[in-house]
């Protein structure tokens, strides 16, 4: 087995990128913030990866698999204590963006990806689902986009740019985190 269990993500990791940005000068039009930001994200998506791909090789079968997303999701998703609101408000972002990461993962892992239809068309009918203010069905669809990518379907996160602001453009920001992850799941380093 290449990693132990409960060695993929743990709370000192996501910990640390908590300080990381407690301690910066986070201003969300920066770029150097929004670089940490993403960092972040993508560093939560490769671990999601490597589960995925441990899965997929046999190294775990689907109850280890799942419990390893649930015990990284109670840690990333866990209320933040930040006492300034942009900071809070950029972490929650973050953390918006990877429930659909999450729960896409366990999606695959429970039923494999969906049979038909790509990435984008999902994300199309979770926009549409959003604007109808059906969140359930909008996350539905996302996730299904998700299924799609971890079984290796290309993906253009561009389509975001032709979408209203809101809940899917986030999650199609996990999606991109997860699509970069599943092509090369190297650790993104905290010091970059």
């Known amino acids: 087995m290449s990693t132990p269990p409960g060695e993929y993500y743990t709370d000192e990791r996501w910990q640390n990128w908590l300080d990381r940005i407690e301690a910066e000068d986070v201003d969300p039009e920066s770029d150097d913030s ?9 560093d939560t998506a490769i671990a999601v990866a490597k589960i995925l791909k441990d ?38 972002s973050v953390q918006t963006s990877l429930v659909c990461v999450f729960y896409a993962a366990e999606e695959y892992i429970v039923g494999g990806a969906v049979e038909e ?56 920001n996990g999606l991109d985190s997860l699509q970069s992850a599943m092509q090369d799941p190297e650790v993104v380093e905290e010091d970059e």
Do not use: C, K
């Not at 929004?34 to 993508?42: F, P, Y």
């Not at 046999?58 to 698999?65: I, K, P, R």
């Not at 990333?76 to 609101?85: I, N, R, S």
């Not at 009918?125 to 909008?138: G, I, R, V, W, Y």
């Open 34 to 42: 929004a670089q940490l930001l993403w960092n972040m994200q993508d």
């Open 55 to 92: 899965y997929d090789d046999g190294e775990l079968d689907e109850d280890a698999a799942l419990g390893e997303l649930e015990d990284m999701r109670e840690v990333v998703l866990a209320d933040l204590e930040f006492e300034d609101e942009e900071r809070l408000m950029l972490v929650d």
């Open 117 to 172: 239809g790509t990435p984008v068309e999902y994300v199309h009918a979770a926009a549409d689902s959003e604007s109808e203010e059906d969140l359930d069905a909008a996350l539905g669809y996302s996730v299904q986009a998700g299924t799609r990518i971890i079984a290796g379907d290309e993906f253009d996160p561009a389509v975001a740019e032709e979408l209203e602001p809101g809940l899917v453009v986030q999650w199609v």
